[in-house]
Structures are given as C-alpha cells and as structure tokens.
C-alpha cells in the first residue's frame, strides 16, 4: 500500500470489529505547512540568501562523496539513526564508516528500492570504529544481505574492526548462521599508526585493501574512548584526505594523522554545558569537536553522532572570538540522516545550519530552556555544599 497517512489504523482482532480506522489520519498539506514556514519573515530572508548562494555555487555531486545514513548516538531515534557513513570513493567503489541497527533499512529509504542492491554491492569494506552497539548492531544484517546478490558478481567483503568484533563474527558464524564466507577480516591494528615511528605500519592485506578500494592509505588510529576505540584516515587517488574520530575524546594521536586534512567527521555527543559527562563518558562536545577540525587545519568540519537529545537541531553556541566565528560559519557542517556531501557542495551544506536555526527555533528554545534549569540546579547545589 502506498502514501498511507499516518495514523491509519486496521483493527484486526476480534474479526467481528475487523474495520479500517482513518478518523485519526493525520493529513498532511506541503502547500499549507510552506506557507505556514514563509510566514517567517526572518527565515524566508536567510532562505533567500541561502537560494543566492545554491545559485553561485550550482555544482553537480561529484566523487569522492559521504551519504550519512545514522548521525545520532545511543540508540537509533525518529529523526536521527545510530552510526553509519558511506564514502563513495568513485562510481564503483564505497567503504561503510560504522554500521549501527537499521543500517540496511537507511540504504533503503535513501537509494530506494530499485537501487539498494547496487549501493551494497560497491561496498568493498566496513570500518567499525569500537565494540559499543550503536556502531555494529546492523553489521551481521548487511553482510547477509550482501551474500544475498545473485545479480552481482560475489566479492569477500572486507571488515577492518578491533578483534572484539572480529570475534563476535566468528561466534556468531560458529554458533547461529554462517557468514565468514561472506567477509575478510582484517584487524585495526593491522593498518594501525604507529603514534612513536610516525609512521602508517605496512602489511600485504593492506597493500590488497588499498589496491581493491583504488585509495592511496588508509590508517586506523586508537582513540580515548573504550577498549580498542579507533579512529581512521583515508586518502584518495585523487588526493582528497578525510579523517573520522569514531566515538572519542580530544586526542593528540588522532590530531597529528589527521592534520591538514579536507574533511574530518567528528563525533559532537554532547552540548557544551554536559562537557563533565562528556569526559566522564569520553566522548566529545560539540565545541571540542570544532576546535579540533580548527587546529588541525581541517577544510571542512562535519559534526555526527549527536545526543538523541539534539534530534532536530544541534545547538551551537555564540562565539566571541570572531576568527573561530567565521571558521563556523563557512566551513563547519551540522549532519543530519540522509545528507549527501561532496567537495561541490560543503560550502552550501555549512551555510544551511542558519536557515535551520530558524525553522527548529522552538526546539533550540526548549533546549536553552533545559540549560538553565540545569546550570540553575548546579549552581544550588554547589551553594549549599560550599
């Protein structure tokens, strides 16, 4: 059944009140909920400026290009999906950054379902960053789903994962359903940088890696986060060098490969007012993640795995520094489930978090509201214990 309302309902037991319910369908009108955001005179103005800039920079998607198909944390969410970046490398080639739960199902809704089968069979390797189940839970679905291409012909796809992974995979080929024939294992410290050498270490399973994906390195990086918490580099033929933290905290190690790099994903968990949870949790805030993409001279910035708090619209709070406030302004991206980025486009995609503010303003609202309750709390208790 297709465009369904949402709401509808069919009530199937007991079979003698067997009816369909659409009393409570909730019809939607594009035309009416347009007017209704246009009224906004504020955001119809940056939506204008917004339209002049598309018109200025009106450049076709080009390759290597990232499809965010999970940019939330913890657990996947209405607006947001756990972990799970696709790198195009080329028209026939894409590695997947992370896999969380629904994964697959994201492949779907993005590339429909003429296409999908297609998009699974480019991926010629997985990148799983840590053993936490936001970033796998929807690995062991897609390399099913991948030995499932008859149309197709069959390649091993290749999963670079700290050895917990890499031994959950061979429990569960051993135990629950066979799968091994359907992927290469190869451990990140096998492609690791070594922090004292400075040096990426060399092996063959990653000389065939790098010739199968047509890239010219590729690098794991440990980062602060849990036990065997990586980072990763990858730079492509063409020269275009992108580095993803995973889940992590500030790290000197990452910051020295990825430095000078064109685009760096960065995990962005919390607002700057959590920063103590952040680091008790060691994850980043989303200031710290900006600093990073700054220091290390990054072209681009593009902020994921973001609370299931900031579903709608991650906060990004007033700079005074006006150096930083521009690097924020042209070259820091806010990703959302389902974006499409290119080197064509990233400045478009920095410049469209302001039209954004506006639309998601009584979100923003609410969550400033929920700030000041909570610096209100702190600022109690600290009274009364001092």
Not at 26 to 31: E, H, I, P, R, S
Not at 66 to 81: A, D, E, H, I, W
Not at 113 to 136: E, K, P, T, V
Not at 162 to 179: C, G, H, V
Request: aromatic share 10%; proline share 3%; net charge negative.
């Amino acid at each position: 059944m297709e465009n369904v309302p949402n709401l509808f309902t069919y009530q199937i037991r007991p079979r003698r009140k067997f009816e369909i319910l659409d009393a409570n369908c909730c019809w939607l009108d594009d035309g009416k909920i347009h007017q209704e955001i246009l009224e906004h005179q504020e955001f119809k103005d940056r939506l204008d400026s917004y339209k002049i800039l598309i018109k200025s920079n009106n450049q076709q998607m080009s390759y290597p290009n990232v499809v965010f198909l999970g940019t939330g944390s913890s657990s996947p969410g209405k607006q947001r999906n756990t972990s799970g970046i696709l790198v195009n490398l080329n028209s026939e080639r894409s590695i997947l950054l992370d896999c969380g739960e629904s994964t697959f199902l994201q492949m779907i809704r993005f590339f429909g379902h003429d296409h999908y089968r297609q998009a699974i069979g480019r991926i010629d390797a997985i990148f799983i960053s840590h053993y936490h189940a936001d970033h796998h839970f929807g690995l062991v679905k897609l390399i099913k789903e991948r030995l499932k291409l008859s149309d197709q012909p069959f390649k091993p796809i290749w999963i670079i994962a700290p050895y917990s992974i890499l031994s959950f995979l061979d429990y569960f080929d051993t135990n629950f359903e066979k799968i091994s024939n359907g992927y290469r294992a190869i451990p990140c410290e096998t492609i690791s940088f070594d922090k004292m050498t400075k040096k990426m270490n060399p092996s063959e399973e990653k000389e065939e890696l790098l010739r199968q994906l047509d890239i010219e390195e590729m690098a794991t990086v440990l980062v602060p986060h849990c036990f065997e918490s990586y980072g990763i580099i990858l730079k492509t033929i063409c020269g275009k060098k992108f580095a993803y933290s995973g889940d992590s905290m500030y790290s000197d190690s990452f910051d020295d490969v990825a430095k000078d790099c064109d685009m760096i994903i960065h995990e962005a968990t919390m607002n700057d007012d959590l920063w103590q949870e952040a680091e008790y949790k060691r994850h980043s805030t989303i200031s710290q993640a900006i600093n990073v993409g700054r220091q290390i001279g990054a072209r681009y910035t593009v902020l994921t795995h973001f609370s299931q708090r900031y579903a709608k619209m991650a906060p990004i709070n007033l700079i005074d520094d006006q150096s930083l406030a521009n690097y924020i302004e042209k070259q820091v991206v806010i990703a959302f489930d389902f974006m499409q980025i290119s080197f064509t486009n990233l400045a478009r995609a920095a410049r469209l978090k302001y039209p954004l503010e506006l639309l998601f303003d009584e979100e923003i609202q609410r969550m400033q509201h929920v700030i000041t309750k909570r610096n209100n709390k702190r600022k109690l208790l600290s009274e009364e214990f001092s």
